[in-house]
């Protein structure tokens, strides 16, 4: 039977937290708080030193019913009592293999990595979501060690749990992992089309699916069928998400 213990790899072990390295985490969750008021997005952050979070957002797509301190008190423990049997042993698996790729980034580089998934969360009144499950570093040790990392959670786009992806904000590769072969496949850079990113930069303006057919001379049907097909290739599930997306990876 698992435990707590099994989330967290003998790979990234941390022990210590030298006073150095201890100086990035001055005040942060500030910073957080400020951040999760903006966006209808949960979010937490973990603290593999502490093995337990250290921040849980009032957001409640996440807490299951909980609330935002209940969840961050049960750390852990929480994934044993809201998430499926079969999704847990998944997220376990994840836990593997994550690091062991991660493992393989250079030091330098290891804060430029998200990792992507999806996994059913399920509720006081037992039932089921499925969201979408990204973490990234916020603070590596002085020896490459992931100290402590924000994880961000929305509905996900996708029709079942797994989905593996990791994303390099550099060079915009997508690296999937494929859970029935078991390896990792590197995908080529995301590109846009030009109408593509012609419906992006008016979205960003506020452009109704109206206004950016009239803008560029196509029916809004013809607006939709773009912004589907963009969506899938970002793997977001709204235009929102999109445009953070596609700004936070330099395609406009």
């Known amino acids: 039977m698992p435990d ?12 210590d937290v030298s006073e150095e390295d201890q100086k990035q985490a001055v005040n942060y969750l500030e910073s957080i708080d400020a951040f999760a008021r ?5 979010l937490y952050v973990i603290d593999y030193e502490k093995k337990g979070f ?11 019913g909980n609330t935002s301190e209940e969840v961050k008190k049960m750390g852990y423990a929480f994934y044993f009592k809201h998430v499926v049997k079969e999704d847990l042993e998944l997220l376990l698996k994840i836990n593997t293999i994550g690091f062991e790729y991660y493992e393989r980034v250079p030091l330098g580089e290891r804060k430029d990595y998200t990792i992507s998934y999806d996994f059913h969360l399920v509720n006081k009144l037992g ?3 499925l969201i ?15 100290w402590k990392a924000i994880a961000i959670i929305s509905l996900s786009s996708e029709t079942k749990s797994g989905n593996i992806k990791v994303t390099n904000r550099k060079n915009n590769k997508v690296i999937i992992y494929n859970l029935e072969s078991n ?6 850079a995301i590109k846009l089309t030009n109408r593509e990113k012609e419906i992006l930069k008016h979205s960003t303006r506020g452009y109704t699916v109206n206004q950016i057919a009239e803008a560029i001379f196509v029916s809004p049907d013809t ?7 963009l969506f899938e290739k970002l793997g977001v599930a709204n235009i929102s998400e999109a445009i953070t997306y596609a700004t936070n990876n330099k395609l406009i």
């Open 38 to 42: 903006t966006t209808y997005k949960s």
């Open 223 to 229: 607006v939709k069928f773009h912004r589907k097909k």
């Open 132 to 146: 979408n499950h990204k973490m990234t570093p916020l603070f590596m040790t002085s020896e490459g060690k992931l």
């Open 127 to 129: 039932e089921k979501t």
């Open 183 to 188: 390896f990792w496949k590197e995908t080529e």
């Open 4 to 15: 707590v213990d099994d989330f967290f790899s003998f790979i990234n072990r941390v022990d």
């Open 54 to 64: 250290d921040y849980v957002s009032e957001n409640p797509l996440f807490l299951c």
